[in-house]
Every structure is written in C-alpha cells, then in structure tokens.
C-alpha cells in the first residue's frame, strides 16, 4: 500500500478509497478495480465493520490479495485505541485514528498510543489521523448541516498539522480544507468548497501525504485541483450508500414479488459498482 501511495504522489493522481458495508460492496468495489486494472482502498467504518465481521472482511479482502489484485483494507475512522488495536491484531493494511473532535493535546496524545501500539505489534501498518473537524455522518442533508461555517467545522492550520505529525509519527495526515462528511440532497448545491491553497501549504507542512475525506459532493473540477496540490487518497462513502439504496428502490419497484436476495441485491451492487468506477476514473486522471 506504501508503494501504490507514492506512486500515486509522483503520478499527481489519487487512489479511490470506498467504504463498503456487505459483500455486495466488496464486490462492486473490486470488479471496478479489476475492470479498471487499478489499486483500491476499501474502508469500514467502526459500525460497517462491525456489521460484516473484522475477520470477515479481512479474510475477503485476502481472496483479492490472493488473485494479485491491488486491493487493501483500511479501518476508517476509529474513535479509541482499543479499537485500533483490534485492527492491528487482526492485520489491517491501515488504520485511522480518530480524535478529531478532541482538544489538540488530546487528540495527539490518542494518535501517539495509537502509533506506538501499531510500530510495536504490526510496523506494516498504515497509521492515519485527522486534524480539524468535518463532521462525523455519512449522510444525506436536507440542507447544510449545522455549524458548517462555525467552528463546529474547524479548518486546519498548517503549523498545527506540521507540529502534529511530526509529535505523532502518522503515516498519512486527513486535513480539513472545506470537506465535509456527507453530502447534500439535491445534487445541484454544493455546500463543499476546498481550500487547494490551504492543501499545498498542508502537504508542505507535514511531509506525508495526504487523505482527503467527505469526498461525496465534491466537484469534479475541484477534486483536480485538489489531487494536483497534494491530495493522494479520496475517500467516498456517502454517494455509494445513496447509489446502492437506489438501484435496490428501483429493482423492487419493478419487481414487487421477487424474492431471491441474490437477484435484487445484483442491482444494488451493480449501482454501487457505476459510481465507484466513475470516481476512479476521474481519480486516477483516465
Ligand atoms: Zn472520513
């Protein structure tokens, strides 16, 4: 995974990471990686894990090593170290720590144990945290959640960030530069407007490169400018849930009597598997 991300850093592209819930997920991730012949990242979540079984989704994404596919596993945001331990010990390509909506002491305290713990027990693993807060649900709003451009939303500082990581010794460093997590209802409001000189100024700061979260809602234009300053992994999580809840609405909707999950999750997988080919198109610069 280290390889692919400077790669991607030399190329000015990003690696899609995509999180996913079921195998329906896994798969849709994966035949769009396959298709495409590019690396992915899929993510869980402390909650999406939790639905499919850390072993579980450990041993899936094992079967896509085992084919040489460029497929690796991330742990997404994690709120406590017990819960990156329980990672690490199970193998986890990454990891990310998340105390974002702590004090800074707090959060660099939290992220160091997490690092130690990591460095000590499994050193192959990729250690992730964030500083500044963009919100915690992968949701669809009616209207700009609360707080958006009140210190709810904090932005972060370049020196904070460059003083974090080097206390820290993180791998990979998730900015807040106007991304949110979740995404609008109507497709046409944009409530995201990144900070591209803010991200230029970040990668220069910290040294590592850099994730960028709450990509559902982002302009194709600006994911661009944002690859190019420096972003080198995208996450993007609400647009699937969105995309596999509507192919499922739609096969159900014409098929009111069908009865075999295999058949109207195809649908849902199949939605799923359109937008996360789409990002990586546009991620990869093809
Ligand atoms: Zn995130």
Redesign the pocket.
């Known amino acids: 995974m280290r390889e692919y991300i400077a790669e991607a850093e030399e190329k000015k592209i990003a690696i899609g990471h995509f999180n996913i819930s079921n195998i329906e997920g896994f798969w849709a991730v994966v035949n769009a990686a396959k298709k495409l012949n590019l690396p992915v990242i899929i993510g869980v979540s402390e909650g999406e894990r939790d639905f499919i079984g850390i072993k579980q989704i450990k041993a899936l994404v094992e079967t896509a090593k085992a084919e040489d596919l460029p497929v690796f596993l991330n742990a997404?945001?994690t709120y406590s170290v017990e819960r990156v331990k329980e990672v690490v010990d199970a193998g986890f390509d990454a990891v990310i720590i998340d105390g974002a909506d702590k004090s800074f002491e707090e959060n660099m305290k939290m992220t160091k144990e997490a690092v130690d713990y990591a460095k000590n027990k499994n050193p192959e693993t990729i250690i992730e945290s964030e500083l500044g807060f963009?919100g915690k649900s992968s949701s669809v709003w009616d209207k700009a959640p609360s707080g958006t451009s009140s210190s709810e939303y904090a932005f972060t500082e370049p020196e904070e960030a460059r003083q974090f990581v080097k206390n820290t010794g993180i791998d990979l460093f998730?900015p807040a530069v106007g991304n949110i997590?979740g995404m609008a209802k109507n497709l046409n409001i944009n409530f995201e407007k990144l900070d591209i000189q803010r991200i230029t100024a970040i990668r220069e700061a910290v040294g590592v490169p850099l994730v960028l979260?709450?990509g559902s809602g982002i302009t194709d234009e600006e994911f661009k400018s944002a690859i190019s300053a420096g972003i080198s992994i995208i996450?993007i999580n609400t647009e699937l849930r969105f995309a596999f809840r509507q192919g499922l609405q739609k096969f159900l909707f014409e098929n009111p009597d069908e009865l075999a999950p295999y058949k109207y999750l195809r649908s849902a997988r199949d939605a799923m598997q359109v937008v996360v080919e789409k990002r990586l198109v546009l991620f990869n610069g093809l």
Do not use: K, M, R
């Open positions: 997404d945001h963009i998730a997590h979260h709450g996450h």
